[in-house]
């Protein structure tokens, strides 16, 4: 491997072997992982190089992580919708809050179960800013500068699917995506954009990130070639 080739997170989860397994479990890593882990640090797409066991989840990266707060935080929506808008965090906070409890699933086999979500339903916010009939896709932009998703616009209206703001009964913490992240409950959780700044109508679906390293454009849990625990 050479600096900056990008390498899979499976890939990388081989190569660490037993001490990443520590990582997982939430054990020490071994220090030949932990010589991995540092190696990897400062040209690591996968975001192995901060995953890091907390309260079940595992805080995956691909870049240097971004901070902004809710006083300076702002969401663009635009491409192809009537009224491009710039949403600040209390904007979001104004419109009408929809709750979900789910699970959140990654395509590597980790699940944190009965997660209690509030937002915004994505469908709402896109009634309001009015999409134009040549819109087939959205397009979602981190503001980390690198990571981006996609859904089709039929999935994006579902129910399930919201620009989060709030988790178990608090802010999204910096660490999971916040102050502003997507939920996609029913796909695993590289679907849901962290650090989320900017929605975009587009004609066609446009591949995320890790979508470029062949994960499924379409993430529905269930589909993968891990253990997949039953949705809820």
């Not at 979602?140 to 989060?164: C, H, I, K, N």
Request: charged share 20%.
């Amino acid at each position: 491997m050479t600096d900056g080739t990008p390498v899979g997170r499976r890939v990388v989860l081989g190569m660490l072997g037993a001490g990443a397994l520590g990582v997982l479990a939430g054990g020490p890593l071994s220090s030949v992982a932990t010589r991995a882990v540092s190696a990897l640090s400062s040209h690591d797409p996968t975001g192995v190089s901060s995953l890091l066991p907390t309260g079940g989840w595992r805080i995956y990266t691909v870049t240097d992580e971004p901070t902004r707060t809710p006083a300076d935080y702002r969401l663009a929506v635009g491409g192809l919708v009537e009224k491009p808008t710039t949403l600040t965090f209390a904007d979001l906070q104004a419109m009408p809050v929809t709750r979900l409890t789910r699970d959140f699933q990654c395509v590597t086999g980790w699940r944190v179960p009965k997660v209690h979500w509030a937002g915004v339903r994505l469908a709402d916010l896109l009634d309001a800013v009015g999409v134009q009939p040549s819109a087939k896709a959205l397009r979602f932009t981190s503001f980390d500068g690198v990571y981006t998703e996609s859904l089709t616009l039929d999935q994006s209206r579902r129910p399930d699917v919201l620009v989060a703001y709030g988790m178990d009964g608090g802010p999204v913490s910096h660490d999971h995506g916040g102050p502003v992240r997507m939920l996609v409950a029913p796909m695993y959780g590289y679907k849901s954009c962290k650090w989320l700044g900017g929605i975009q109508l587009t004609p066609t679906v446009i591949p995320g990130y890790w979508e470029q390293y062949g994960y499924a454009v379409d993430g529905w849990v269930g589909r993968s070639n891990f253990r997949d625990d039953p949705p809820t």
